[in-house]
């Protein structure tokens, strides 16, 4: 995915991939809901409001949420790989972790470390 592709959607200067419709959008910012529509190019959100989209989903009214970020984990401490822990957060709406290996670096040293950097591409948890 190329920056440029959502930077042109958000700036309505290229249509958007997919634009979705009569949705209830919580905004974390105002702690809110709005009812609006919102553009999705090249797998990530270019804006909120009207925008033009090569499809459409009227969502009806459905409440949406941004994703979920946990500031502070010890992946190995819940024993599961961190593909595992993706499968288990993600339908619930945590997409992003800042995930801190320092038990498995105590343990392993810089082996732990590299297991942990090469498995976390194993989940499209943002790890």
């Not at 702690?31 to 989903?57: L, Q």
């Amino acid at each position: 995915m190329s920056g440029d592709t959502v930077r042109l959607a958000a700036l309505g200067e290229r249509p958007a991939d997919t634009v979705f419709s009569n949705a209830r959008l919580f905004n974390p910012f105002t702690c809110s809901w709005e009812d609006t529509s919102f553009a999705v190019a090249g797998g990530r959100v270019a804006g909120i409001g009207e925008y033009d989209g090569k499809h459409s989903i009227d969502l009806a009214g459905a409440r949406v949420v941004p994703g979920l970020i946990d500031a502070h984990v010890h992946i190995e401490s819940s024993l599961l790989t961190p593909a595992e822990y993706g499968r288990l957060v993600l339908p619930r709406g945590t997409t992003t972790v800042m995930a801190d290996p320092h038990e498995i670096a105590n343990v392993l040293g810089a082996e732990g470390i590299e297991y942990m950097l090469s498995a976390r591409r194993e989940t499209p948890l943002d790890i």
